[in-house]
């Protein structure tokens, strides 16, 4: 499960076990994903329709659950951020995918639910 915590500065991080800095926050500091208003996804391929692949852990699908079971949630907005050659022409979707809101690529914006 994702975990999210307000960003200070670069002295108060530690590298994950995956070798990946995170903020050095304390159980006090860290934030529920519906208390942010934009979330920045990282993606291997996108589609035409908001579907994403990730790397295959299952970490924003798992940690955002929820928010794929509302039909009108407005936050966090989730955009993800890769090249336009990532887009593919449709991805295989399971029932627990959490779709994206918008992609930003070099080439531009594609928004599907902003």
């Not at 670069?10 to 995170?22: C, M, Y």
């Amino acid at each position: 499960m994702l975990r999210f915590a307000p960003m200070t500065p670069a002295g108060n991080w530690a590298s994950n076990r995956l070798g990946i800095p995170e903020p050095r926050a304390g159980v006090r500091a860290q934030k529920s994903w519906r208390h942010l208003d934009l979330l920045i996804v990282p993606l291997v391929a996108f589609d035409g329709s908001g579907g994403r692949l990730g790397m295959g852990g299952g970490f924003y699908d798992r940690s955002l659950a929820a928010r794929g079971h509302r039909r009108h949630w407005r936050k966090p907005r989730l955009v993800g951020v890769g090249h336009a050659f990532q887009e593919l022409p449709g991805l295989p979707r399971e029932a627990w995918d959490v779709a994206l809101d918008a992609v930003c690529t070099e080439k531009g914006w594609r928004r599907w639910k902003l």
